[in-house]
C-alpha cells in the first residue's frame, strides 16, 4: 500500500488529488456521517468535528429546515477546515434522469458535493450521465461494489462488474463504497461505511466492522463513522479516537508495506 500523497500522481481527477493531499496534511483518513436532520445541528457538526476528519458525508434530503444559505455556510466550513463534502445520494436511475437528479432541483448537489456516489445496477449509462455534469465541475463519483448492511446483493459478480465499470471511467470514479479494498490500483479510494469501536450489527442490518480492521487488515483507505461520533454524548472526544484508531493502522500498514 503506498501512503496517501504518493497516490496523487496516478490519478488527474482534481477531487482525488485534494482529497489524497489533505489526508496526509491533516493526517486523517475519518469521514464523519453528519446524519442530523436540522440545518443547525449539521452546521455544529460541520464546524466541531471539521478539524478531525477528512470528509463530511451529508443526506441533504433529511434535513427539515433545508435552505440555500445551509450549502453556503457547508461550504465556508469545508474552506476552513480544509474537509471535503461527500453527498450520499446513491443515485440508481437511467443516465439522462440521473444528469437531472444531480443538477436540478432543490438541491443542485453537482454545485457543492466534491463527491456523490451511484448503484451500478442500471449499468454504465448511469456513469456516463453523472459524468456529463460532475466532470466539468472538477467532481468525482463513487460506486458502490460493496455495502455494509446484511443481506446485501452487492457482491459477487454484480462488485466485479462495478469493479469494470469504474476501470472505463477513470477520469470520472474515484473509488468506490466497500468493505476492504478491492482493486490494486493506486488511484482509486476505498471508503468503507460500518465502522463502530467494536465489532456487532443494529437492528436494521446495519453491520460494524473497527477502524483497525477495515484500515489494517482490508486495507480499506477511509472511515465512514455515523452514530458512533454523532450518536455520543461527546461526539469531539468520539471523532479524535476513531481519528486516532484510523491513522495508526493506515501508519502500521504503509510501514510493514
Ligand atoms: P452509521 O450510523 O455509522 O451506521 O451510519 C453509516 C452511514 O453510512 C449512513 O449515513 C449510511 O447511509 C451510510 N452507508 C452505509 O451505512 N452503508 C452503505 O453500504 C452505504 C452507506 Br453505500
Same mark, same amino acid.
Given at each position: 500500500?503506498?501512503?496517501?500523497?504518493?497516490?496523487?500522481?496516478?490519478?488527474?481527477?482534481?477531487?482525488?488529488?485534494?482529497?489524497?493531499?489533505?489526508?496526509?496534511?491533516?493526517?486523517? %483518513?475519518?469521514? =464523519?456521517?453528519?446524519? =442530523?436532520?436540522?440545518?443547525?445541528?449539521?452546521?455544529?457538526?460541520?464546524?466541531?468535528?471539521?478539524?478531525?476528519?477528512? =470528509?463530511?458525508?451529508?443526506?441533504?434530503?433529511?434535513?427539515?429546515?433545508?435552505?440555500?444559505?445551509?450549502?453556503?455556510?457547508?461550504?465556508?466550513?469545508?474552506?476552513?477546515?480544509?474537509?471535503?463534502?461527500?453527498?450520499?445520494?446513491?443515485?440508481?436511475?437511467?443516465? %439522462?434522469? =440521473?444528469?437531472?437528479?444531480?443538477?436540478?432541483?432543490?438541491?443542485?448537489? #453537482?454545485?457543492?458535493?466534491?463527491?456523490? %456516489? #451511484?448503484?451500478?445496477?442500471?449499468?454504465?449509462?448511469?456513469?456516463?450521465?453523472?459524468?456529463?455534469?460532475?466532470?466539468?465541475?472538477?467532481?468525482?463519483?463513487?460506486?458502490?461494489?460493496?455495502?455494509?448492511?446484511?443481506?446485501?446483493?452487492?457482491?459477487?459478480?454484480?462488485?466485479?462488474?462495478?469493479?469494470?465499470?469504474?476501470?472505463?471511467?477513470?477520469?470520472?470514479?474515484?473509488?468506490?463504497?466497500?468493505?476492504?479494498?478491492?482493486?490494486?490500483?493506486?488511484?482509486?479510494? %476505498?471508503?468503507?461505511?460500518?465502522?463502530?469501536?467494536?465489532?456487532?450489527?443494529?437492528?436494521?442490518?446495519?453491520?460494524?466492522?473497527?477502524?483497525?480492521?477495515?484500515?489494517?487488515?482490508?486495507?480499506?483507505?477511509?472511515?465512514?463513522?455515523?452514530?458512533?461520533?454523532?450518536?455520543?454524548?461527546?461526539?469531539?472526544?468520539?471523532?479524535?479516537?476513531?481519528?486516532?484508531?484510523?491513522?495508526?493502522?493506515?501508519?502500521?500498514?504503509?510501514?510493514?508495506?
Amino acid at each position: 500500500m503506498l501512503p496517501y500523497t504518493d497516490r496523487i500522481s496516478y490519478t488527474t481527477n482534481p477531487t482525488t488529488q485534494r482529497l489524497f493531499a489533505l489526508m496526509d496534511e491533516k493526517q486523517t %483518513n475519518l469521514c =464523519v456521517a453528519a446524519d =442530523v436532520t436540522t440545518r443547525a445541528e449539521l452546521l455544529l457538526l460541520a464546524d466541531i468535528l471539521g478539524p478531525e476528519i477528512c =470528509v463530511l458525508k451529508t443526506h441533504i434530503d433529511i434535513i427539515e429546515d433545508f435552505d440555500d444559505d445551509l450549502i453556503i455556510q457547508l461550504q465556508r466550513l469545508s474552506e476552513e477546515h480544509n474537509f471535503l463534502i461527500f453527498e450520499d445520494r446513491k443515485f440508481a436511475d437511467i443516465g %439522462n434522469t =440521473v444528469k437531472y437528479q444531480y443538477q436540478n432541483g432543490i438541491y443542485h448537489i #453537482a454545485d457543492w458535493a466534491h463527491i456523490t %456516489n #451511484a448503484h451500478t445496477v442500471p449499468g454504465p449509462g448511469i456513469i456516463e450521465g453523472l459524468k456529463k455534469i460532475g466532470l466539468p465541475k472538477g467532481r468525482g463519483l463513487l460506486l458502490l461494489a460493496e455495502m455494509s448492511s446484511k443481506g446485501t446483493l452487492a457482491k459477487d459478480s454484480y462488485t466485479q462488474e462495478t469493479l469494470e465499470m469504474a476501470k472505463q471511467h477513470r477520469d470520472f470514479v474515484i473509488g468506490f463504497i466497500t468493505t476492504k479494498k478491492l482493486l490494486d490500483d493506486p488511484m482509486f479510494i %476505498n471508503f468503507t461505511p460500518g465502522v463502530q469501536l467494536t465489532e456487532g450489527e443494529d437492528t436494521l442490518g446495519q453491520q460494524y466492522l473497527t477502524p483497525k480492521k477495515v484500515i489494517g487488515e482490508y486495507h480499506s483507505d477511509i472511515i465512514i463513522v455515523g452514530r458512533g461520533i454523532y450518536g455520543s454524548s461527546n461526539p469531539l472526544e468520539e471523532a479524535k479516537k476513531y481519528r486516532e484508531r484510523g491513522w495508526s493502522a493506515y501508519q502500521k500498514t504503509i510501514a510493514s508495506a
